[in-house]
């Protein structure tokens, strides 16, 4: 029997999943709507909606009314804790980033995060875990003060450890390879002649990993760590400014800064600036998380993927509030971005 041509509907379906695996898209990313689809096709939107029913048949997508439709199968529903708590350490732009990323992924399920910043204080943290299991939210993600390990093995509620964890908990964690990333920051500078190598950095648990790949590296090469170039505080612009201060004021000077983070080395750049010492020419600085004012500033710095983060923390968390079994521990790829603060030792 001769068979007719396949419903048109059908044809737009298959062209839909193409287009989702030619433009990558990932589960709870939003697709162009039925309006785009149609232009974009060549279709009328009720043959468009008949294709993405297919598709929401077949598990490929899901539509959240009022909002779109997104990739991905059906999620449960959340409506009874719409709620999921987010802490950080300091209100870095590193991770405002992930914020960004995470509330598009978390507003698809109908979530919503509530952000606290804890400053790095023990008590401020419980509170807002205490907060959290107050008003019955869905879960947590947190980059962890290590002194609350006690209230986060209390905390009944699927919890996602991210940038840094607590050892000893089984709560599942998402980190980069921060080791390696100051390793290749350390190891572009040497390879550009530099010797005399400060380093600025912060004092948390990521930042302890990042002074001991700066460490290690200096020594693999036979070079000794002089104290007096390691200065640590905390992840802001002012002690950039004032680490760079301090190291420019003796003899001899650094050739080159590593900094823990891209902000430090925006405040060390001002400073230099200020004093009239040319970077790259007289001093290479290097920086770490590749953000939007790396771009800006034209910075070398070490990249952190923080869409590839906030993936692999949301996959964890809806693991757990669902109750199926998470990845323990990912770990993120970094890379060495090199771009204009870098030269060749004069």
């Avoid at 959240?64 to 999620?75: L, Q």
């Avoid at 001991?212 to 400014?241: F, I, K, N, P």
């Avoid at 509030?321 to 870098?342: F, H, N, Q, W």
Wanted: glycine share 8%; proline share 5%.
């Amino acid at each position: 029997m001769k068979r007719g041509k396949p419903e048109r509907y059908l044809a737009l379906a298959e062209q839909i999943r193409r287009m989702i695996r030619k433009r990558r898209l990932r589960e709870a990313d939003r697709l162009p709507s039925e309006r785009q689809l149609a232009a974009q096709l060549g279709a009328n939107h009720l043959t468009i909606r008949k294709a993405l029913k297919v598709l929401e048949e077949q598990g490929l997508i899901h539509t959240v009314p009022s909002r779109g439709n997104f990739v991905g199968p059906k999620p449960v529903s959340y409506e009874d804790r719409p709620v999921v708590g987010i802490l950080f350490p300091d209100a870095d732009m590193f991770f405002f980033d992930i914020l960004t990323q995470l509330e598009t992924r978390l507003h698809a399920f109908g979530l919503h995060p509530v952000v606290h910043i804890t400053n790095g204080a023990r008590e401020k943290e419980n509170e807002a875990l205490d907060f959290l299991v107050r008003t019955g939210a869905a879960g947590v993600i947190a980059a962890p003060n290590e002194a609350c390990g006690e209230r986060y093995k209390r905390l009944d509620m699927p919890v996602v450890f991210f940038d840094a964890f607590i050892p000893g908990l089984a709560i599942p964690h998402v980190i980069t390879d921060d080791y390696r990333g100051a390793q290749a920051a350390v190891e572009h500078l040497m390879s550009l002649g530099h010797s005399r190598i400060a380093h600025v950095g912060g004092t948390d648990a990521t930042s302890e990993i990042r002074a001991r790949a700066y460490a290690d590296t200096l020594r693999r090469h036979g070079l000794s760590v002089d104290e007096a170039c390691v200065r640590r505080r905390d992840y802001s612009r002012q002690w950039g400014y004032y680490a760079a201060e301090a190291l420019f004021v003796g003899t001899p000077r650094p050739t080159a800064l590593f900094c823990g983070n891209d902000t430090l080395a925006a405040g060390a750049l001002r400073y230099l600036k200020a004093q009239g010492i040319r970077c790259p020419e007289q001093v290479s600085v290097v920086g770490f998380g590749n953000m939007p004012v790396a771009l800006d500033l034209d910075l070398t710095t070490v990249s952190q993927p923080c869409s590839a983060i906030a993936d692999a923390v949301w996959t964890s968390l809806r693991s757990l509030i669902e109750k199926k079994e998470a990845v323990s521990a990912t770990k993120i790829a970094t890379e060495l971005i090199v771009r204009k603060t870098t030269a060749r030792c004069g």
